[in-house]
T-cell receptor, first 116, second 114 residues
């Protein structure tokens, strides 16, 4: 149980385009989902927390207009990187927490984004 | 301020040797504690967690960790390292507030020598 998927696993795009990453909880309902960014050989940096049906809460320094987050259902959250630039290239990881065990996060496999 | 510290960015052990990865946290209240493992180009996999109850927690792949409140520590151990244990390990804490936001340590890369 507690499986989280991400799609796509990797994406290459041209500078200026937008990219959407999906995060799904496959066997549980996720009231809260988290989006992280991980730089090479670094720890995870929390970007935002999203709760189903409400606006995401962004961490300080994260541009909410650039990283659009939508948590439309209890099993799906999306992160859209708008007008991507090479500096947005990174490994993006989502996690989900269920209503019954909010202290534990289950992670997706990550999405490698490369912006040319 | 609440924080989590992993001592040692790199740890190298021989196959069959004891694995000890250190984690200390800073908080006035006991947090929820986690260890995650990350293999290259993959997400994080939960190894084990402490929420309440027994302070010695057993996880997957033969790992265990002990919550020591007096030392504010949650060190991860495995009696005998295997080559497949080579990976990045993250200690994480969750203080049960602010939307159950989790704070991650910087990570420790474990190398296992044949």
């Amino acid at each position: 149980g507690a499986v989280v998927s991400q799609h796509p696993s990797r994406v290459i795009c041209k500078s200026g385009t937008s990219v959407k990453i999906e995060c799904r909880s496959l066997d549980f309902q996720a009231t809260t989902m988290f989006w992280y960014r991980q730089f090479p050989k670094k720890s995870l940096m929390l970007m935002a927390t999203s709760n189903e049906g409400s606006k995401a809460t962004y961490e300080q320094g994260v541009e909410k207009d650039k990283f659009l987050i939508n948590h439309a259902s209890l099993t799906l959250s999306t992160l859209t990187v708008t007008s991507a630039h090479p500096e947005d290239s990174s490994f993006y990881i989502c996690s989900a927490a269920s209503e019954t065990g909010q202290e534990t996060q289950y992670f997706g496999p990550g999405t490698r984004l490369l912006v040319l | 301020a609440q924080s989590v510290t992993q001592l040692g960015s790199h740890v190298s052990v021989s196959e069959g040797a004891l694995v000890l990865l250190r984690c200390n946290y800073s908080s006035s209240v006991p947090p929820y504690l986690f260890w995650y493992v990350q293999y290259p180009n993959q997400g994080l996999q939960l190894l084990l967690k402490y929420t309440t109850g027994a302070t010695l927690v057993k996880g997957i792949n033969g790992f265990e960790a002990e919550f020591k409140k007096s030392e504010t520590s949650f060190h991860l151990t495995k009696p005998s390292a295997h080559m497949s244990d080579a990976a990045e390990y993250f200690c994480a804490v969750n203080f049960g507030a602010g939307g159950f936001k989790t704070i991650f340590g910087a990570g420790t890369r474990l190398f296992v020598k044949a």
